[in-house]
């Protein structure tokens, strides 16, 4: 069973800086790409960010410039650094992967509540 981890969640200030990170728990290698979604109160889940095994990362439009998705392989381990972050950003973000040999992201984490106020 592929379980993901989330972790850097909380509350930051406008214009203030987080990183998020997701900890899967087989060889990343086996995994065709990972991702972060995001969902706000009320709202649908939406893709913020999706990185391949080998590392071309995709962003949502809302995010680019802002946000950088990586990985590090050797410690089975995805990040996303959110900078110059703004009160929209507010949502419960949650890691995702999709196995090789799959269209769909099937292994989602818990998800990590992102809170951007003054």
């Known amino acids: 069973q592929v379980q993901l981890v989330e972790s850097g969640g909380g509350l930051v200030q406008p214009g203030g800086s987080l990183r998020l990170s997701c900890a899967i728990s087989?060889?990343?290698?086996?995994?065709?790409?990972m991702g972060w979604y995001r969902q706000a109160p009320g709202k649908q889940r939406e893709l913020v960010a999706t990185?391949?095994?080998?590392?071309?990362?995709n962003y949502a439009d809302f995010v680019k410039g802002r946000f950088t998705i990586s990985r590090d392989n050797a410690k089975n381990t995805v990040y996303l650094q959110m900078n110059s972050l703004k009160p929209e950003d507010t949502a419960v973000y949650y890691c995702?992967?999709?196995?090789?040999?799959?269209?769909?992201?099937?292994?989602w984490g818990q998800g990590t509540q992102v809170t951007v106020s003054s």
């Open positions: 087989v060889n990343i290698f086996s995994i065709n790409a």
């Open positions: 990185i391949t095994s080998g590392g071309v990362t």
């Open positions: 995702a992967a999709r196995p090789r040999g799959k269209l769909t992201y099937d292994y």
